[in-house]
């Protein structure tokens, strides 16, 4: 009974944390620990076993649960901890990938705020230029996460060239983000000689395929 209740205990406890961590926009962490924790509790208050092994396996269960509830908790705690400043990633395509010319990105970012935007910039090695996306990325400011869609590498004679990705973090109200702009009203664009400068930024060289 001592250890049905230290488990009741710490399942209602991380149940509230990350229910709480969950409508505040929680990774997808939190969504997991919400699901364990509550499972767990589940198993607490509302199924007793009579038989002996069903028993057995429902304490092995519930421990699981809650020690799949306190790493997520753990973890996304962590990743909190190590978001301490502006910072900018590319999750889902890793450095040195060969990929094709037309390519869904999505990333993270730490500590941006809604005056601040995400914008994809490909740089081209065979002419030496950047190419900004014709908009910028979605950026889900309470987890931050963002994603841009359909982003052009290079055009489809360029096979086995190499291109750098670059995500960077700009103010709305930055020359970054006029000179972008203005860009992209050019009728004919022919790249930028030069990154426009940001924030904070990340960048991975890619292959074409």
Not at 69 to 94: M, P
Not at 139 to 156: A, C, E, P, Q, R
């Amino acid at each position: 009974m001592k250890e049905d209740k230290i488990k009741r205990i710490v399942a209602i406890f991380c149940l509230i944390l990350s229910f709480l961590w969950l409508i505040r926009g929680g990774m997808f962490e939190a969504a997991i620990s919400t699901i364990t924790s509550g499972a767990t509790v589940l198993l607490l208050f509302w199924v007793k076993p009579t038989n002996e092994i069903i028993k057995r396996i429902k304490c092995i269960t519930e421990w699981l649960f809650i020690g799949i509830t306190v790493v997520s908790i753990f973890y996304g705690a962590l990743s909190l901890v190590h978001c301490h400043e502006l910072g900018i990633q590319i999750k889902n395509i890793k450095n040195g990938s060969s990929i094709d010319n037309i390519v869904d990105l999505k990333g993270t970012t730490c500590k941006i705020k809604e005056n601040q935007i995400v914008w994809v910039v490909v740089y081209s090695h065979p002419d030496a230029k950047y190419y900004p996306h014709p908009v910028p990325a979605a950026v889900d400011y309470k987890n931050g996460d963002w994603k841009n869609l359909n982003t052009v590498v290079g055009v489809d004679f360029e096979k086995m060239e190499k291109f750098d990705i670059f995500s960077i973090i700009i103010d709305t109200n930055s020359p970054s983000h006029d000179s972008i702009r203005k860009y992209l009203a050019l009728p004919e664009r022919h790249g930028l000689t030069e990154l426009p400068p940001s924030s904070a930024s990340d960048v991975l060289s890619v292959i074409r395929k």
